[in-house]
């Protein structure tokens, strides 16, 4: 079955400390891996994707298929990161019918 | 471009009414998801449908819960004689295209929908 776990509701870190977001998938073909945003009062926005292999904001976030995880990092948390955050999978081998799978998220609160 | 229109954004609704939320895509956009989220839980899939056509139901539950994207028009997502469970937030996304590793979908900011 297809699913996304993110295993924290709540990560709390200090300004300037290192910031890492786990996300676990169940897959059985190639997925394909996105962490959204969301900021307060804003929509859900894409961060960045594992195919692209960037750097968004200071964050990256590289696929791990052994571990079956693709984790969010950042070397050093700012205030302004303080967000919800969405880990998301989708096929990449099912023709037009494609739909995201969501992680609960993980609400990361940087604290001054 | 606007980006993706959700209205209303808050709706209010009795036991046993109706609830028609509305999504306009992205211009140039065919595509439209709709998604779900309860309290306390994740997003959940819910449909997707292309102009006309609905491509994926696999989420929408089967009773009292439908969906459309006209030729001309927003999407529509409307849940007859709504019950308390219903009360969440409703987010479409849309995109150019589906199947594409490259494309992605924008969000609209969903509708709180409360049933009283």
């Known amino acids: 079955a297809q699913r996304v776990t993110q295993p924290e509701k709540l990560l709390s870190v200090f300004k300037g400390a290192p910031v890492e977001l786990k996300c676990n998938y169940s897959y059985s073909g190639s997925p394909e891996l996105f962490w959204y945003v969301q900021y307060s009062r804003q929509r859900l926005q894409l961060l960045l994707r594992h195919i692209s292999r960037e750097s968004i904001k200071g964050f990256t976030a590289d696929l791990n298929k052994g571990e079956t995880s693709f984790h969010l990092k950042k070397p050093f948390a700012q205030e302004e990161d303080s967000a919800m955050y969405y880990c998301a999978l989708t096929t990449t081998n099912a023709g037009n019918n494609r739909k995201l799978i969501w992680g609960l998220g993980t609400s990361l609160a940087v604290n001054p | 471009n606007a980006g993706v229109m959700q209205n209303p954004r808050h709706l209010v609704r009795r036991r046993g009414q109706e609830a028609r939320l509305r999504c306009s895509p992205m211009k140039g956009h065919s595509h439209v998801y709709w998604y779900r989220q309860l309290p306390e839980e994740g997003l959940k899939f819910m449909v997707y449908l292309q102009k006309e056509n609905i491509i994926d139901e696999s989420g929408m539950p089967k009773e009292r819960f439908s969906a459309e994207f006209p030729k001309e028009g927003p999407s529509i997502l409307r849940i007859q004689q709504v019950v308390r469970g219903d009360s969440a937030a409703y987010f479409c996304?849309?995109?150019?295209?589906?199947?594409?590793?490259?494309?992605?979908?924008?969000f609209g900011q969903g509708t709180r929908l409360t049933v009283v």
């Open positions: 996304a849309s995109s150019p295209k589906g199947g594409s590793m490259n494309t992605e979908a924008f």
